[in-house]
């Protein structure tokens, strides 16, 4: 019998180069026509490609909404789950595997509104993820209704006075909750986006890249953003108090990284998953198992 230390196998030292079409599934996004989310989903690619994770190294979570949508056309392990509850999952999968790039996807309504509690403590956990929000001040999936991001004055059918209710603020909020990577990206500046995204993912810590993604079924005038947008026109700071006064003064218009920390990330090694703990789980499982 052979010694299986000595047999003579050729070891792969290279590492296999990815392109950004292999992190793509074979599904075809059933997204309209000019939607912002397809160059999202294209900034993704590129910069997981940049990056070389491996695909079966990455977990991407979403929730329910048009951007939400994300994990069926990628060629990564992915988890489409309820409305509102994708950051809960993405926190139990970094739990129970720490060594996974988790991603988390979905919309302003997703996140914001129905998810608005879990996106506080996500900031406040400060966990090594990355939370991708395609923006578009409406709910696209469910036809048109206002968001927590929509303008008090945005009228449509189904607001014909508008909401007059004040937007949202993520970034600004986030930033007060403990996030320790803040950007903004434009989905029709695909270039800069997946520099964001790059550095994002690269980034230990909870990493917020809100997105401008246009709705050009409900939003048509979002078309117009192109105009106004300004590419990475801010630099990036560690100081809490020149971010604030940054995202406070902003327009919404901006993009770039606003803030980046290195602030303490949950679970501390001090808590990281007990190996004795899981095997008494497993026996735990064994003797309940029919
Ligand atoms: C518990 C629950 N409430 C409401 C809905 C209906 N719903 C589905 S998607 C959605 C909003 C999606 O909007 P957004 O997250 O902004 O994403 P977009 O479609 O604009 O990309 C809503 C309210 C649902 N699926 N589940
Ligand atoms: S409804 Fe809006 S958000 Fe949804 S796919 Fe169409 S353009 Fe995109």
Known sequence: MSDSSTLDIPVQ??????????????NHPVWCPGCGHFFVLRALTKALAWLKIPNEQIGLISGIGCSSRLPAYMNVYGFHGVHGRA???A??????RPELTVLVAGGDGDGYSIGGNHFLHACRRNMDMTY?????????MTKGQPSPTTAPDWHSKLAPLGTG????????????????????????????????LTQAIQHKGFSLVEIKSPCVTFRPEQKAWQK???????EPTDDKQIAAHHLAGSDGFDTG??????LAVYPGDSLAPNPESSTALTKLLAEVTL
């Open 132 to 140: 991708i929000v395609m923006d578009n001040e409406v709910y696209g």
């Open 87 to 89: 950051l809960a999952m």
């Open 165 to 196: 209710i004040n937007a949202f603020n993520p970034l600004g909020i986030a930033l007060a909750a403990g996030a320790s990577f803040i950007a903004r990206g434009y989905a029709g500046d695909p270039n800069a986006l997946t520099q964001i």
């Open 91 to 96: 926190a139990g999968l970094k739990m129970a």
């Open 13 to 26: 030292v290279t590492t296999p180069i990815l392109k950004p079409n292999d992190y793509l599934s074979n």
């Open 257 to 262: 990284i606003f803030y980046q920390a290195d």
């Open 228 to 234: 106004s947008m300004r590419s990475m026109n801010v």
